[in-house]
């Protein structure tokens, strides 16, 4: 499920990814959480706000509901470590980059 970015406001549509990935985390077992990043995600969708530019944003929803639908519709069985790296990389490497040029994060990373 993609946002309809010109239907709703960026605030809106940032309501409705919080939500949606709420939804979705509370899906995925305990002990295969971990390696779906929430707390990454959590930290993007909190300071979103704070970066300035308004088509960077529209940018960065557009890559974490990406996420979020690989999240809802191809969550593997699977899901370990190595998968995990995968997922960080090809989805949320690139928001880190942003957040770390934009605000100054720091990519931590928690052995697994």
Same mark, same amino acid.
């Given at each position: 499920?993609?946002?309809?970015t010109?239907?709703?406001?960026?605030?809106?549509q940032?309501e409705?990814l919080a939500?949606?990935f709420?939804?979705?985390?509370?899906?995925?077992? !305990?002990?295969?959480l971990?390696y779906c990043n929430? @707390?990454?995600?959590?930290?993007f969708l &909190?300071?979103?706000?704070k970066?300035?530019?308004r088509?960077?944003?529209?940018?960065?929803?557009d890559?974490l509901?990406?996420y979020c639908?690989i999240?809802?519709?191809?969550? !593997?069985e699977?899901?370990?470590a190595?998968?995990? @790296?995968?997922f960080?990389q090809?989805? &949320?490497?690139?928001?880190?980059n942003t957040?770390d040029?934009r605000?100054?994060f720091?990519?931590?990373?928690?052995?697994?």
């Amino acid at each position: 499920m993609y946002l309809e970015t010109s239907a709703f406001s960026f605030n809106e549509q940032l309501e409705v990814l919080a939500k949606r990935f709420d939804e979705t985390f509370a899906s995925i077992p !305990p002990n295969k959480l971990r390696y779906c990043n929430p @707390k990454s995600v959590q930290n993007f969708l &909190l300071h979103l706000p704070k970066i300035k530019g308004r088509s960077e944003k529209q940018e960065i929803i557009d890559k974490l509901s990406f996420y979020c639908t690989i999240l809802e519709h191809q969550y !593997p069985e699977e899901l370990n470590a190595r998968v995990a @790296k995968h997922f960080f990389q090809d989805h &949320l490497l690139a928001i880190s980059n942003t957040f770390d040029w934009r605000l100054g994060f720091t990519l931590f990373f928690q052995s697994m």
